[in-house]
């Protein structure tokens, strides 16, 4: 069961229905699908996407990372 309130005293409904918003946002940008689709989808979806999402991020600035640092090693020479 979700809290009425956070720990500063504000509501907490209207804290996590943003932070909802905000998920099916960078769900919705990533995927190319539209914001009320991903309404019809279980929270375990979304975090399973989101996760997912987390995910491609990092491999993705590995490899920049890695071009980076063997960049900076060519100018190195």
């Known amino acids: 069961m979700d809290p009425q309130y956070l ?3 504000s509501p907490y409904g209207p804290a996590r ?3 909802i918003v905000v998920e099916c946002y ?5 995927i190319n699908t539209s914001y009320t689709d991903l309404m019809k989808v279980t929270p375990l979806e979304r975090k399973y996407m989101l996760d997912m999402i987390d995910l491609e991020d990092k491999k993705q600035q590995e490899e920049m990372d890695k071009l ?3 960049s900076e090693e060519r100018k190195a020479r």
Request: glycine letters at 8%.
């Open 26 to 30: 960078r769900i919705s940008h990533r």
């Open 17 to 19: 229905y943003k932070q």
């Open 68 to 70: 980076k640092k063997k």
């Open 7 to 9: 720990s500063d005293g």
